[in-house]
């Protein structure tokens, strides 16, 4: 048989509502156990499938940029999943990553610094990363499940006023992912030039198609692809 034309032709039955959502995703694997196989397979898939990313560990974006060949963007991931590195740390890993060939970084704030209030060190930091990415995406992951309203809407302001690509709900690796209402909250609160990512607990076409209808324009996530090529 065939595979590489089967999967094309899997590919070529999404309806245009799925070609949309889909093109929307990062397609995602940041488990600590992931190996260089899987990554492979998940840029195949997300290449086939017409994917906005890949979005995978650090220390495997060299590889996967060198694999890929420009078929697909590679975002990683820096200060993840805590947040609590330093800055300066932080901003080695960005320089690393682009270096590496990153397209897109994916940030995790000091969650701490926002529980104390510190927001003009927050900004900071994503402005150095910022300009540490250069010409890159950046997108700042405020992990909204361990927030208040009021720090989320704050961090809506701190993430527009420091000039980030993206704000983002969620690492995936905390209490809870991604929510309709905080994806309400960050279109009502963030400055016209900030997209919205949403992450974590994606877990059907439904469930993506309303997030993109609130304002989503990114979707971190694993399920959708694999749905697709698991349907009959």
Known sequence: MDTENTQRGKGNLMTEKERDIISRVDHTLLLQTA???E???LCDDAVEYGAAS??????FVKQARDYLNGRMAVCTV???????NTTAVKVFETRDAVSNGADEVDMVVNLGWVKEG??????????ALKEAAGDKVLKVIIETCLLSEEEKIRMCEVVTAAGA???KTSTGFSTEGATFADIALFKEHVGGKIKIKAAGGIADMSGAEHFVELG???LGTSRLIRQLK???
């Open 78 to 84: 820096v200060g993840f999943p805590t947040g609590y």
């Open 35 to 37: 190996t260089f196989d």
């Open 230 to 232: 698991n349907r009959k």
């Open 118 to 127: 510190r927001f003009d060190l927050v900004k900071e930091e994503i402005s």
């Open 39 to 41: 990554i492979k397979i």
């Open 54 to 59: 890949v979005c995978i560990p650090p220390s």
């Open 216 to 218: 989503a324009d990114r």
């Open 165 to 167: 690509d993206f704000i």
